[in-house]
């Protein structure tokens, strides 16, 4: 053995499991049933961006809730998700600041998948934001 302080052959090359609790995404935070999309759609308020609008409607769960809807024009699977993965994380990393309870659907554009992370997270803030003064008057 060349080392014999190296792992034996079936030791996993990968890291060991670490993430903490905030960092996931949990069904309690996701708009899961057609219904509640059409229930933001129809009752809730809208707000729009170069990238995507936003929809919301107050809710009594006491936290944010969180639906993407990413269409074919989008481009292709890769990129839509791509684009679902990086809005589910600005949501996740502000899920704590996001208040008052609002239930959020987020419809990308097309084009959407070219914008930087820095940018997407930006202008989601900045909507919610909108929507969370259009509430509060």
Request: some cysteine.
């Amino acid at each position: 053995m060349s080392c014999p302080d190296a792992a034996g052959r079936d030791a996993s090359a990968s890291p060991p499991e670490t993430r903490n609790g905030d960092a996931r995404f949990p069904r309690a935070y996701r708009l899961t049933a057609r219904r509640e999309f059409i229930a933001v759609y129809e009752k809730g308020r809208r707000a729009g961006s170069t990238s995507f609008v936003m929809f919301a409607l107050p809710n009594t769960r006491g936290h944010c809730r969180l639906g993407i809807t990413v269409t074919r024009k989008a481009g292709p699977s890769v990129q839509r998700n791509r684009i679902r993965r990086v809005l589910r994380d600005v949501f996740r990393r502000h899920r704590s600041e996001l208040a008052p309870a609002l239930d959020l659907v987020v419809n990308a554009r097309p084009g959407t998948s070219t914008v930087p992370l820095a940018d997407l997270e930006r202008e989601f803030l900045d909507r919610f934001s909108d929507l969370r003064r259009r509430f509060r008057s």
